[in-house]
């Protein structure tokens, strides 16, 4: 494993083969996706901290969900990435969506977990609320929340190292880029989904409260070809709530596009 850094993105590149890049949503890093490094041998993965999160610097300029796409652009670009596999979590399926709509050579296929369109208004109002609580020095009480709020109950009784992980990585969250990174969310909007080309598959948990089983399938109608396929008593955080299954369900889907 090598840690390279490209421009305002953090990576951290594993393997050899067809590139898999790897995008991580509001409150993430690169250690998302670290129950899925034993399903992708044979992969040359890149595993990437967007602007202002994980070990990434903080932005000299706005975040935008434009800028942090452009980012993961010139990120590919840096390490000779002409085309690869997306996946993305929550507001980086928003990005892989971006991506895959205005730079569709560059894009291989998408897996999109926990996915979503747009916020909802009262997302938007939510994010704009949690931003500031931020900033107020409430990043520990935001991350007891998503772990109250955004994982299942289920995981919560039967994997307490999965709800300490998803409370470590919101707290060590620089506060003022994450607040950034929340009014970067709550202004996005949504792609055109009919732009969208490549073989995409959408997982999500069925008791994702954050962006419920519906709002993917809704999403999914609208991509040509697009598979949607839920995890059993799973909340947002699937990659690490159902590792098996994710990391399977992902597998499965890369060995099908590559055939």
Known sequence: MTTVTVGQVVA?????????????????????????????????VVRLD??????????????????MSEAVIRAMAGMGVTSAHLVGHSMGTIICQQIAATQPSLVASLALFGALAEPAEA??????NRARLAR??????IADQIVANAISAHTRETSP???????????????????????????????????????????TGDADTVNPPGVAQALADKIKGAV????????????????????????????????
């Open 123 to 128: 997302t938007r109002q939510g994010l704009a």
């Open 228 to 259: 949607f396929s839920s995890l059993d008593r799973c909340g947002h955080w699937a990659t690490v709530e159902s590792p098996r299954e994710s990391s399977s369900k992902l597998a499965d889907f890369l060995r099908r596009v590559d055939r």
């Open 50 to 67: 967007l602007p202002g999160s994980g070990r990434s610097p903080q932005p000299i300029e706005p975040l935008t969900i434009e800028g």
């Open 136 to 141: 107020s020095g409430g990043i520990a009480d």
């Open 12 to 44: 951290e590149v594993t393997g050899e083969g067809a590139a898999v890049v790897m995008i991580h949503g509001l409150g993430g890093t690169s250690n998302m996706f670290q129950p899925q490094m034993g399903a992708l041998t044979g992969y040359r």
């Open 161 to 203: 190292a999965a709800a300490a992980f998803v409370r470590e990585s919101i707290t060590r969250q620089d506060p003022e880029s994450y607040a950034r990174t929340c009014e970067a969310l709550a202004k996005a909007t949504a792609v055109d989904a009919r732009r969208i080309s490549a073989p995409t598959l959408l997982v």
